[in-house]
């Protein structure tokens, strides 16, 4: 998306264990130094994965009642590798057995099972509820572009040109001209808006596509983070002038910022790219950064360009000025349009995963979990009578009735032969964000025993004000989590003013504010400079060894840039502009 994505492809740096078979691949979520080839080949399949996954597989397998050994078997299949012990054990854990995703014989190219495609449902509602309120209309475009079509605009292809997928054979035929899998539809849509803006009243054109694009990546491919194929959605809009394609931009990027923020309750820094980290394309490029505490990095969350006039050039499309004064018979100059695109990824769903995800599995914030509350019946015991334990089931069910009627989506664990044990680890690890739990002694005292997903310990909410606390409290629920993430985010986002803080504020896992002159080469300098083996800075050694990028200008800015404020690289000498967020980062 940015040239943060363009530089991937051939940056040194990528992460450490690279294990890619056909149906696995480990992880390596840490910012280390690689030691082996990005190529995404074939290495020796890790036998301790193996037996994880056959234990995941048989559990899958069977709703009935499981025996006792079984049982116990299956008490072993939950997250078996703390998240601050190993982060991509973890995180490869938590997404398989959380039923999230699946891998493939092809590495980097992922099932996304009904929970995680539920979320990107969720998401897809809510931004096309906004963007249809701007008038931006949702169409489709095709898969493959012709080379000559993705050529048009070189300088924007050049950079990202070892990413593009080819087709070459149809059925048995060898293609006459190879077709590209799109990467992104810039060259797709624009020649078709030439052809469909003729006049300043098709203006402005606000098309948005959901679809899927392929980039082959050779960094170590990570599912949801940075995949093969991805979805998204794409906008690609046309204004008569640059202010109105600027307040587009970031109507857009509040929109994102809202999703990750009052749906993924993920907290986000709003900014804009620096020209080394724009996209190339782009005249500018407003962002929104992330931050993964586990690892003390920075993450690309969504972006928002405006593209000038420069695809318009290349594309050829114009309207003509309605404003400018011409005389009798004269004609008008042709204007070449403002351009925006914006996108916005899957890749939100591992970045929510890794945020919230604890020991336990997935923890998903309510307004994007399918389930909202499982109704747990405790105390179900094999002497109790039939008729007591179908009162109580009853009971659950009018509990269900009363829920959904609020308009909470529900679920009843009844499943026999379970214990109630191996049932909580179970919704637990699927980070169903409440649990309510009922058995005779509640019914008794005409309460539901309530278990928060995101804390520790339980409450009591009365039957009678089911209806009214439980949606109340998956509000609760929202609020804490984004609370938790953005406190843990916004106490790791430190003020750096000396060189000398630099990397060791970097290395206490914290993306840093530094005063910087905003150019390219500067920052250059410092990635290299903050980077492992620097010749008198003290490195930790076990500390991770890749450089610091700018993430963002951030368009709230910590505090005025004094008068002759120096930019924090002591090489440079320029003087400060901006207070712009460094990190080590995805
Ligand atoms: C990879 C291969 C070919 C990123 C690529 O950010 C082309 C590209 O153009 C490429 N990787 N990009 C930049 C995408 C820019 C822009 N497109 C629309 C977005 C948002 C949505």
Redesign the pocket.
């Known amino acids: 998306?940015?040239t943060t994505?363009?530089r991937r492809s051939t940056g040194g740096k990528r992460t450490s264990v690279s294990g890619v078979q056909a149906g696995m691949e480990t992880m390596n979520l840490t910012p280390e130094p690689s030691t082996k080839a990005d190529s995404g080949a074939p290495t020796e399949k890790p036998k301790k994965k193996d037996k994880e996954r056959k234990d995941q597989k048989s559990a899958a397998k069977s709703q009935q009642a499981p025996s006792k050994k079984k049982q116990d078997d299956q008490a072993l299949i939950g997250i078996t590798c703390p998240k601050s012990e190993d982060l991509s054990e973890w995180y490869q854990q938590v997404i398989l057995k959380g039923e999230m995703l699946e891998f493939t014989d092809i590495p980097g190219c992922y099932i996304y099972q009904p929970a995680s495609y539920r979320i990107w449902e969720f998401i897809q509602d809510y931004f096309n509820e906004r963007i249809r309120k701007m008038k931006v209309k949702n169409c489709y475009f095709p898969l493959f572009i012709t080379e000559a079509n993705l050529q048009r605009e070189k300088d924007?292809?050049e950079g990202?040109?070892a990413?593009?997928a080819w087709v070459t054979e149809g059925g048995k035929h060898k293609l006459e001209k190879r077709l590209a899998v799109r990467?992104?539809?810039?060259t797709a849509m624009y020649s078709f808006y030439s052809k469909k803006i003729r006049s300043h009243r098709d203006l402005p054109l606000k098309m948005n596509q959901w679809n899927n694009v392929v980039?082959w990546e050779f960094k170590h491919p990570m599912p949801f983070l940075r995949s093969r194929e991805f979805l998204?959605q794409?906008?690609?809009t046309a204004h008569m002038t640059e202010e109105e394609a600027g307040r587009e931009v970031l109507e857009i990027l509040d929109h994102y910022a809202s999703i990750y923020e009052d749906l993924l309750a993920v907290p986000v820094v709003k900014g804009k790219k620096t020209v080394n980290e724009q996209?190339p394309?782009a005249h500018y490029t407003t962002t929104i950064e992330g931050f993964i505490p586990a690892v003390g990095r920075g993450i690309q969350a969504a972006?928002s360009?405006c593209l000038g006039q420069h695809f318009a050039k290349m594309f050829d499309i114009t309207v003509e000025d309605p404003h400018q004064q011409v005389k009798e018979g004269e004609k008008r100059k042709p204007l070449h349009v403002w351009q925006n695109?914006?996108?916005f990824t899957t890749r939100s769903i591992g970045i929510m995963v890794l945020i919230h995800g604890d020991d336990k599995g997935l923890v998903i914030p309510p307004r994007v979990a399918e389930t909202q509350v499982v109704i747990v019946p405790v105390g179900v015991t094999a002497k109790m009578a039939e008729a007591d334990k179908q009162k109580l089931y009853d009971e659950v069910d009018n509990l269900r009735q009363t829920l959904e009627d609020q308009g909470v989506r529900v679920e009843c664990d009844y499943r026999e032969g379970y214990n109630v044990g191996y049932k909580f680890n179970d919704w637990e690890m699927k980070g169903v964000p409440l649990r309510l739990e009922f058995g005779p002694k509640d019914a008794a005292k005409g309460v539901v025993t309530t278990s928060r997903r995101d804390r520790e310990g339980k409450g009591e909410i009365s039957v009678s004000d089911v209806a009214a606390k439980v949606p109340e409290l998956l509000e609760t629920i929202q609020k804490d989590m984004y609370n938790k993430a953005a406190e843990e985010y916004s106490s790791h986002r430190k003020i750096v003013r000396e060189w000398s803080d630099f990397v060791p504020t970097l290395n206490q896992k914290n993306v840093i504010l530094v005063p910087h002159c905003t150019t390219g080469d500067c920052e250059d300098e410092i990635k290299k400079d903050s980077s492992g083996n620097v010749e008198g800075q003290e490195v930790d050694v076990r500390a991770p060894s890749m450089g610091a990028k700018s993430l963002c200008i951030p368009a709230e800015q910590p505090e005025e840039i004094e008068q002759g404020q120096k930019c924090v690289n002591p090489k440079c000498g320029k003087d400060a502009l901006k207070w712009v967020m460094f990190g080590r980062s995805y």
């Open positions: 998306m940015s994505e363009k924007h292809i990202f040109a990413e593009v990467p992104t539809s810039e980039r998204w794409e906008g690609h996209f394309g972006t360009h695109s914006w996108g």
